[in-house]
């Protein structure tokens, strides 16, 4: 079983920064593919970005490429979403999740077996 807990979120205004962490559980951590998604009313969870356990790989959704980092720290069982140059349509709910099995990358949103609880990003104009 893996917990993961999202922290990090708030209200910021457009050109802002935040930067989400998801602290998980579990002793082989290092070897999971972690998403960030986001979701907004009405619509499904997205994909943002992506990092593949045990690799430097990662995967950025087009919308958010060059403004947002993702990064992990294995001893610390922590990944994190640095987010800059912050739009009106980031807002949304933020979820990490863990993809703890499978070898393709970035992993389809079924293969996440693992979510959090979200955090709300809110971007003010």
């Known amino acids: 079983q893996v917990q993961l807990v999202e922290s990090g979120g708030g209200l910021v205004q457009a050109g802002g920064s935040l930067r989400l962490s998801c602290a998980a559980s579990?002793?082989?951590?290092?070897?999971?593919?972690m998403g960030w998604f986001r979701q907004t009313p009405g619509k499904e969870r997205v994909l943002v970005a992506a990092?593949?356990?045990?690799?430097?790989?990662?995967y950025y959704a087009d919308s958010v490429k060059g403004r947002f980092t993702i990064s992990r720290d294995n001893a610390k069982t922590t990944v994190y979403l640095q987010m800059t140059s912050l739009k009106p349509e980031d807002t949304a709910i933020y979820y990490c999740?863990?993809?703890?099995?499978?070898?393709?990358?970035?992993?389809?949103?079924?293969?996440?077996?693992?979510w959090g609880q979200g955090t709300q990003v809110t971007v003010s104009s």
């Open positions: 999740a863990a993809a703890t099995h499978g070898s393709g990358f970035p992993p389809p949103p079924p293969a996440y077996d693992y």
């Open positions: 579990g002793r082989t951590f290092r070897n999971y593919n």
């Open positions: 990092k593949r356990g045990n690799d430097i790989r990662t």
